[in-house]
T-cell receptor, first 117, second 110 residues
Framework: DAMVIQNPRYQVTQFGKPVTLSCSQT?????MYWYQQKSSQAPKLLFH???????NEADTPDNFQSRRPNTSFCFLDIRSPGLGDAAMYLC????????????????FGPGTRLTVL | DAKTTQPTSMDCAEGRAANLPCNHS???????VYWYRQIHSQGPQYIIH???NNETNEMASLIITEDRKSSTLILPHATLRDTAVYYC???????????FGAGTTVTVRA
């Protein structure tokens, strides 16, 4: 089945130690998103890629970076994780066409739960 | 994006219909109403969306009032697996972002 895959499902890192979370998709969607969801809160968009174009949300800290080497893969890099970065990180994809009405729904992966010690 | 207001929580009996209300009184003409749900420890799952007309799919029905200021998501026969947080989101057709609110925690009881 076509899907959004996130690895690992659980990640433990140390305070200040860089960590990378990965996301892959078999949907061939042109847009990939990264959301952060802290405990008991709603998901919050960090950034997204529209094809190769990176779009950062205004309030996303510089500590968070992303790479999209090809259509199928997208990575979230946290350069120096702090205790406040412990959260579930959700990857999502969608297909957006040329016409504004040509917008598909977002499909989410299962998430990676990050623990910072 | 228009803000949405949903009840914090609601209970539903298994096998009965669950009616989830959402207020979006400041919605504009080209904003869609989307519903997602998130089962514990899983990613959000798309349920349904609509602009003006009522919509139905295999998961649920969406009823939008004529003035579009509110809507209701209907789960026709709730099961225990429908226990989740349900998010009502309004979104421009050319807006990439899904702006999640607090949602409604729905608990289906046997």
């Amino acid at each position: 089945d076509a899907m959004v895959i996130q690895n690992p499902r659980y990640q433990v890192t140390q305070f200040g130690k860089p960590v990378t979370l990965s996301c892959s998709q078999t949907l061939n969607h042109n847009v990939m998103y990264w959301y952060q969801q802290k405990s008991s809160q709603a998901p919050k968009l960090l950034f997204h890629y529209y094809d190769k174009d990176f779009n950062n949300e205004a309030d996303t800290p510089d500590n968070f970076q992303s790479r999209r080497p090809n259509t199928s893969f997208c990575f979230l890099d946290i350069r120096s994780p702090g205790l406040g970065d412990a959260a579930m990180y959700l990857c999502a994809t969608s297909r957006i066409g040329i016409r504004t009405a040509d917008q598909d729904t977002q499909y989410f992966g299962p998430g990676t739960r990050l623990t910072v010690l | 994006d228009a803000k949405t207001t949903q009840p914090t929580s609601m209970d539903c009996a298994e096998g009965r219909a669950a009616n989830l209300p959402c207020n979006h009184s400041t919605i504009s003409g080209n904003e869609y109403v989307y519903w997602y749900r998130q089962i514990h420890s899983q990613g959000p799952q798309y349920i349904i969306h609509g602009l003006k007309n009522n919509e139905t799919n295999e998961m649920a029905s969406l009823i939008i009032t004529e003035d579009r200021k509110s809507s209701t998501l209907i789960l026709p026969h709730a099961t225990l697996r429908d226990t989740a947080v349900y998010y009502c989101i309004v979104r421009y057709d050319n807006d990439y972002k899904l702006s999640f609110g607090a949602g409604t925690t729905v608990t289906v009881r046997a």
